[in-house]
T-cell receptor
Framework: GEDVEQSLFLSVREGDSSVINCTYT??????LYWYKQEPGAGLQLLTYIFSNMDMKQDQRLTVLLNKKDKHLSLRIADTQTGDSAIYFCAERYSGGYQKVTFGTGTKLQVIP | EAGVAQSPRYKIIEKRQSVAFWCNPISGHATLYWYQQILGQGPKLLIQ????????DSQLPKDRFSAERLKGVDSTLKIQPAKLEDSAVYLC??????????????FGPGTRLTVL
């Protein structure tokens, strides 16, 4: 089945690390993504990880993938007020037209 | 490089009326997507075009929704007649269409539809 779940809300203080979690159900997914959506804007790709990787680091962003548990996380180091947004995880399926399914989104609030 | 353009940005209509949205993808992008994003949810794919052909419209409510991309460039999405539950943001995205996980989708700002 195609189901991607996230917690709805996360609040952190500026300068702390944020960890946003995501679970998915399809073990045949090939790529997993993190997108950021600011108010009134479309989605912006932050980073992605191939399903045979455990970790990917890109500046302040660290993606961890636990394929056994179908768990994906995004860690943002030194969180800034500009990081306040909704974060979506998404998975791409290996079959058919490789459709991308998005999670429900986690709203990150950064407190100054 | 210009991004994905969408218009209008906002639209308010009454139920049973018709509405159309327009999308101009990034130049050279072969794949175009229309998503529906209901408040508090993630985007849901409605239809995916590869050039001017449809490759996936499995989640498009075809009794009321239609989309076309006649010349393989810009696209229109139409709803006729609209229902209250169609209130959402309609996002257009495009990608090069090379396939694989690195085929990044670039999103437009969306059209916010309110059906009264």
């Amino acid at each position: 089945g195609e189901d991607v779940e996230q917690s709805l809300f996360l609040s952190v203080r500026e300068g702390d690390s944020s960890v946003i979690n995501c679970t998915y159900t399809d073990s045949s997914s090939t790529y997993l993504y993190w997108y950021k959506q600011e108010p009134g804007a479309g989605l912006q790709l932050l980073t992605y990880i191939f399903s045979n990787m455990d970790m990917k680091q890109d500046q302040r962003l660290t993606v961890l993938l636990n394929k056994k548990d179908k768990h994906l996380s995004l860690r943002i180091a030194d969180t800034q007020t500009g990081d306040s947004a909704i974060y979506f995880c998404a998975e791409r399926y290996s079959g058919g037209y490789q459709k991308v399914t998005f999670g429900t989104g986690t709203k990150l609030q950064v407190i100054p | 490089e210009a991004g994905v353009a969408q218009s209008p940005r906002y639209k308010i209509i009454e139920k049973r009326q018709s509405v159309a949205f327009w999308c101009n993808p990034i130049s050279g992008h072969a794949t175009l997507y229309w998503y529906q994003q209901i408040l508090g949810q993630g985007p849901k794919l409605l239809i995916q075009f590869q050039n001017n052909g449809v490759v996936d419209d499995s989640q498009l409510p075809k009794d009321r929704f239609s989309a076309e991309r006649l010349k393989g460039v810009d696209s229109t999405l139409k709803i006729q007649p609209a229902k209250l539950e169609d209130s959402a943001v309609y996002l257009c995205a495009s990608s090069l269409g090379a396939g694989g996980g690195t085929d990044t989708q670039y999103f437009g700002p969306g059209t916010r539809l309110t059906v009264l």
